[in-house]
């Protein structure tokens, strides 16, 4: 027998415009709350409500802990440019990294814009100011392009930093992004390979899988194995639960990914940087700095101090 909640969620599942609607409630009542309260206040009241625990800003000591603190204190302007899914590009470029970016295929200002009788097929959407809004556009499936255009429309403009008050993408030029659908051989999605770094030093790899959906959403049952430099599996939890697969890298795959990261996360205190790996090349995916917004799940719990103790935040420039 269906509950009420998993009626309503088939019903709007099924339904493009009652998603719309629903997301543009979702933001309405981000922007409220907003309103309601400064960064800090926000800070312990996300915190407890994710957690469970109170958040120590005073004193912090835990990974968690230390991501909040930057994220309310830490105003380097590179941050902006580095979340900003298409500005990161130059970045890696002048990091000499060039040859590991995806292959784009145009920016928007408007989804109006985008000619989709012309627009390479299969290719990837996303925004470049937030999180989880992508969608794949393959022309041989079908494809609401009016829903996709209202619904995307709607997200640019949306200020992302309301929702967990990361600074870094409050100054963000919102925009669409179209790149090259990354697929392998048998036309699998690819796997995510996502390295967590401390001033330049890549000491964990996030192994994730079913990251994205045959759609190009993001999933909400994918698995994460934990990693540490030396490619061993570690008896170690971050909010997802662990996954049966095998690491499918190389050793030299794995070792040319922290190379890569190493250099790209060499600025920050702490950021996490993502590949894929797709027919023996490396790709790069996007660099992120507050990991889950600082509301962790991180099993065995010594690991939280652990974490929190390679991120050095007296070494960065801390500004109101």
């Given at each position: 027998?269906?509950?009420?909640?998993?009626?309503?969620?088939?019903?709007?599942?099924?339904?493009?415009?009652?998603?719309?609607?629903?997301?543009?409630?979702?933001?309405k009542?981000?922007?409220?709350?907003?309103?309601?309260m400064?960064?800090?206040?926000?800070?312990?009241?996300?915190?407890?409500?994710?957690?469970?625990?109170?958040?120590?800003?005073?004193?912090?000591?835990?990974?968690?802990e230390?991501?909040?603190?930057?994220k309310?204190?830490?105003?380097?302007?590179?941050l902006?440019?580095?979340?900003?899914?298409?500005?990161?590009?130059?970045?890696?470029?002048?990091?000499?990294?060039g040859?590991?970016?995806?292959?784009?295929?145009?920016?928007?200002?408007?989804?109006?814009?985008?000619?989709?009788?012309?627009?390479?097929?299969?290719?990837?959407?996303?925004?470049?100011?937030?999180?989880?809004?992508?969608?794949?556009?393959?022309?041989?499936?079908?494809?609401?392009?009016?829903n996709?255009?209202?619904?995307?429309?709607?997200?640019?403009?949306?200020?992302?930093?309301?929702?967990?008050?990361?600074?870094?993408y409050?100054?963000?030029?919102?925009?669409?992004?179209?790149e090259?659908?990354?697929?392998?051989?048998?036309?699998?999605?690819?796997?995510?390979?996502?390295?967590?770094?401390?001033s330049?030093?890549?000491?964990?790899?996030?192994?994730d899988?079913?990251?994205?959906?045959?759609?190009?959403?993001?999933?909400?049952?994918c698995?994460?194995?934990?990693y540490?430099?030396n490619?061993?599996?570690?008896?170690?939890?971050?909010?997802?639960?662990?996954?049966n697969?095998?690491?499918?890298?190389?050793?030299?795959?794995?070792?040319?990914?922290?190379?890569?990261?190493?250099?790209?996360?060499?600025?920050?205190?702490?950021?996490?940087?993502?590949?894929?790996?797709?027919?023996?090349?490396?790709?790069?995916?996007?660099?992120?700095?507050y990991?889950?917004?600082?509301?962790?799940?991180?099993?065995?719990?010594?690991?939280?101090?652990?974490?929190?103790?390679?991120?050095?935040?007296?070494?960065?420039?801390?500004?109101?």
């Open positions: 027998m269906l509950t009420i909640k998993k009626m309503r969620s088939k019903i709007y599942r099924n339904s493009d415009f009652l998603q719309y609607l629903w997301l543009c409630h979702e933001w009542v981000i922007r409220k709350n907003a309103e309601r400064n960064d800090r206040e926000f800070a312990y009241i996300r915190y407890k409500q994710r957690t469970g625990k109170e958040l120590n800003l005073d004193d912090p000591r835990t990974f968690d230390k991501l909040w603190y930057l309310l204190y830490n105003r380097d302007p590179l902006t440019i580095c979340s900003d899914k298409y500005r990161v590009r130059e970045y890696v470029e002048r990091c000499g990294l040859h590991i970016l995806n292959k784009l295929y145009g920016v928007y200002d408007d989804a109006r814009d985008i000619d989709f009788d012309s627009l390479p097929s299969p290719c990837f959407l996303k925004c470049n100011h937030t999180s989880g809004y992508n969608i794949i556009f393959d022309r041989t499936k079908p494809f609401n392009r009016c996709f255009i209202r619904t995307f429309n709607f997200i640019l403009k949306q200020n992302y930093y309301w929702c967990s008050r990361e600074w870094n409050k100054n963000i030029e919102p925009k669409i992004i179209a090259r659908l990354l697929c392998d051989k048998e036309g699998n999605l690819p796997l995510d390979y996502r390295f967590l770094c401390f330049g030093e890549p000491k964990l790899m996030l192994f899988v079913g990251v994205c959906t045959n759609e190009g959403f993001h999933a909400n049952d698995r994460r194995n934990v540490d430099e490619m061993n599996l570690l008896d170690l939890s971050i909010t997802r639960k662990r996954h697969e095998t690491l499918p890298l190389t050793r030299d795959q794995f070792e040319e990914m922290k190379k890569y990261a190493a250099i790209l996360s060499k600025p920050f205190a702490h950021c996490r940087v993502d590949f894929y790996c797709i027919n023996d090349k490396v790709y790069f995916g996007e660099i992120t700095f990991h889950m917004g600082g509301t962790n799940n991180i099993q065995p719990p010594e690991w939280e101090l652990r974490m929190g103790s390679w991120i050095d935040v007296t070494k960065i420039k801390i500004e109101n």
